[in-house]
């Protein structure tokens, strides 16, 4: 499997991406200027939201939104779809920003994470205090800020879609915690593994945006095409993650946007290390219980442990995996309720998002 960058974006991703970043750095161009005239200094925050939301990502979670929203009988000129784009895609930079801190990331999309560039801000000024707490109270009010404008997006949509985007947020928080909790832990139980996956990223990268789409085209028939668009979305989010999962440890750091190895530093509890854990032996398990999640694990056992994850057969188990719930997707996309062109770029986009040509 290749990873994201190695395969063309597909139109069915393309065309909505651009018209969603045209709406937020209108939004965000308009409110740095309303706020500069107040006071000069509350550019920012907003300019460092805008930084990152237009630094790098593939807009997926519009795309999936867009063709439930176009599936469902939706006109694809309507501006609400694309402002549903937008909400999603600043809920995504808010949980991007405060995971940064919570996780102590240094990079994001190949460039500083919130909370280091206010961080040194503070630093270079020479103001009171300390620099790193700072810069975490700077990146969080910005992840707010985020959270605030994903809100005010989706003003006027449908009940029933408001009520989606509302079980969205709180499957974020919910998976979020879920996460701090298994690295506290240092969980190695797989099916703990895949829960994290599943509500951290997978349900709201592909399976809630097209709930949402649906919802705001037709609320009236939501209920009856939620579980088709679930049969598809819950497989690929996971696979999606999963695929994150396996780039974090073995892709390239130019593509990521992050440091390889990162994950292994903060012994994140993912699949591929938790059947590591229950394959390895001797030192290999002693590798894993002493090393794995240590802040100063150095690039000689990165390796090691890539290696391991090779010898166990983990990585080759989770590619298993992956490959396994793509052809469920792209199964499920064949029998979606949808108009035909939405159920071709949905299947497109599985194929994408695996980094599949076929």
């Given at each position: 499997?290749?990873?994201?960058?190695?395969?063309?974006?597909?139109?069915?991703?393309?065309?909505?991406?651009?018209?969603?970043?045209?709406?937020i750095?209108?939004?965000?161009?308009?409110?740095?200027?309303?706020?500069?005239d107040?006071?000069?200094?509350?550019?920012?925050?907003?300019?460092?939201?805008?930084?990152?939301?237009?630094?790098?990502?593939?807009?997926?979670?519009?795309?999936?939104?867009?063709?439930?929203?176009?599936?469902?009988?939706?006109?694809?000129?309507?501006?609400?779809?694309?402002?549903?784009?937008?909400?999603?895609?600043?809920?995504?930079?808010?949980a991007?920003?405060?995971?940064?801190?919570?996780?102590?990331?240094?990079?994001?999309?190949?460039?500083?994470?919130?909370?280091?560039?206010?961080?040194?801000?503070?630093?270079?000024?020479?103001?009171?205090?300390?620099?790193?707490?700072?810069?975490?109270?700077?990146?969080?009010?910005?992840?707010?800020?985020?959270?605030?404008?994903?809100?005010?997006?989706?003003?006027?949509?449908?009940?029933?879609?408001?009520?989606?985007?509302?079980?969205l947020?709180?499957?974020?928080?919910?998976?979020?915690?879920?996460?701090?909790?298994?690295?506290?832990?240092?969980?190695?139980?797989?099916?703990?593994?895949?829960?994290?996956?599943?509500?951290?990223?997978?349900?709201?990268?592909?399976?809630?945006?097209?709930?949402?789409?649906?919802?705001?085209?037709?609320?009236?028939?939501?209920?009856?095409?939620?579980?088709?668009?679930?049969?598809?979305?819950?497989?690929?989010?996971?696979?999606f993650?999963?695929?994150?999962?396996?780039?974090?440890?073995?892709?390239?750091?130019?593509?990521?946007?992050?440091?390889?190895g990162?994950?292994?530093?903060?012994?994140?509890?993912?699949?591929?290390?938790?059947?590591?854990?229950?394959?390895?032996?001797?030192?290999?398990?002693?590798?894993?219980?002493?090393?794995?999640?240590?802040?100063?694990?150095?690039?000689?056992?990165?390796?090691?442990?890539?290696?391991?994850?090779?010898?166990?057969?983990?990585?080759?188990?989770?590619?298993?995996?992956?490959?396994?719930?793509?052809?469920?997707?792209?199964?499920?996309?064949?029998?979606?309720?949808?108009?035909?062109?939405?159920?071709?770029?949905?299947?497109?986009?599985a194929?994408?998002?695996?980094?599949?040509?076929?």
């Open positions: 499997m290749g990873s994201l960058s190695q395969v063309t974006i597909p139109s069915a991703l393309a065309d909505v991406a651009a018209r969603v970043d045209a709406t750095t209108s939004c965000l161009d308009a409110d740095a200027e309303r706020w500069n107040l006071d000069a200094d509350l550019a920012a925050p907003l300019a460092s939201l805008r930084r990152l939301v237009l630094s790098g990502g593939k807009r997926l979670r519009p795309a999936f939104c867009y063709w439930g929203f176009v599936g469902s009988g939706g006109s694809p000129e309507d501006p609400a779809v694309i402002n549903a784009g937008a909400a999603l895609e600043l809920l995504h930079s808010f991007l920003i405060h995971d940064d801190v919570m996780d102590g990331s240094a990079l994001r999309h190949g460039t500083e994470a919130v909370h280091v560039e206010h961080s040194k801000r503070h630093a270079r000024a020479g103001w009171w205090g300390d620099p790193d707490r700072f810069g975490a109270g700077v990146a969080i009010l910005a992840g707010d800020l985020a959270f605030v404008y994903s809100d005010r997006f989706l003003a006027g949509a449908p009940a029933t879609a408001r009520a989606v985007f509302d079980e947020r709180l499957e974020v928080n919910v998976g979020q915690y879920l996460d701090l909790l298994g690295t506290a832990r240092r969980s190695a139980d797989p099916s703990v593994a895949r829960r994290i996956c599943q509500y951290k990223s997978g349900k709201y990268t592909v399976e809630r945006p097209l709930h949402l789409g649906a919802a705001l085209a037709a609320p009236e028939r939501f209920a009856e095409a939620a579980g088709p668009l679930s049969a598809y979305g819950m497989p690929l989010g996971e696979a993650q999963l695929k994150d999962d396996l780039l974090g440890v073995f892709g390239d750091a130019t593509v990521t946007g992050k440091p390889v990162e994950d292994l530093r903060e012994g994140k509890p993912t699949l591929l290390h938790a059947l590591a854990r229950e394959a390895a032996t001797g030192a290999g398990r002693r590798l894993l219980d002493c090393r794995f999640g240590a802040p100063d694990l150095t690039p000689d056992e990165v390796a090691e442990l890539q290696d391991l994850f090779e010898a166990t057969g983990a990585r080759a188990r989770v590619e298993e995996i992956v490959d396994r719930l793509v052809d469920d997707a792209l199964g499920a996309a064949a029998r979606l309720p949808l108009t035909p062109r939405a159920c071709d770029a949905l299947a497109e986009l194929r994408f998002v695996s980094g599949r040509d076929h």
